[in-house]
């Protein structure tokens, strides 16, 4: 069971995809969705996501996130601001995370700051 089910709760990589960045695609710009989001190509630019955003294996991001949930199957270059996040096996993110809960699949790689908003200090992975 993942960070995100809950009994009255549909996990996010379950819900209706509202805008999709296919693989192969490529945006040089910031990304704005109001609902939930997949991006499968890659996105040069600042991403605000309303509800949530999975990346795909193939996905990647260069520029900073926010969202209110995240599934990271691909890579992120910049800092993710989120209530949730779940990096798992494949996923490789390189800058600061601000989230409430985080959740880390054996093979999933995190390089930066992690700042809990249940907890006030900073904390560094060591690799």
């Known amino acids: ?3 995100f089910s809950k009994k009255d ?5 379950l819900q209706a995809i509202s805008t999709l960045i296919s693989d ?9 969705a109001p609902a939930v989001a997949r991006i ?8 605000n996501i ?9 996905g990647l991001i260069v520029g900073n996130v926010n969202t209110k ?19 798992k096996g494949t996923g490789k993110i390189t800058g600061d995370i601000e989230t409430t809960t985080l959740l880390v699949e054996a093979g999933g790689v995190y390089n930066g700051h992690l ?6 200090k900073q904390i560094k992975q060591i690799a």
């Open 40 to 47: 499968d190509g890659h996105v040069t630019g600042d991403v």
């Open 69 to 87: 949930e995240m599934v990271v199957y691909g890579t992120v270059n910049g800092n993710i601001s989120t209530q949730s996040l779940e990096i």
């Open 9 to 13: 709760k549909v996990a996010l990589d």
């Open 1 to 3: 069971m993942g960070v």
């Open 115 to 120: 700042a809990m908003q249940s907890a006030t």
């Open 50 to 58: 309303d509800e949530g955003l999975i990346l795909g294996e193939k």
């Open 24 to 32: 192969g695609s490529t945006i040089s710009g910031n990304l704005k």
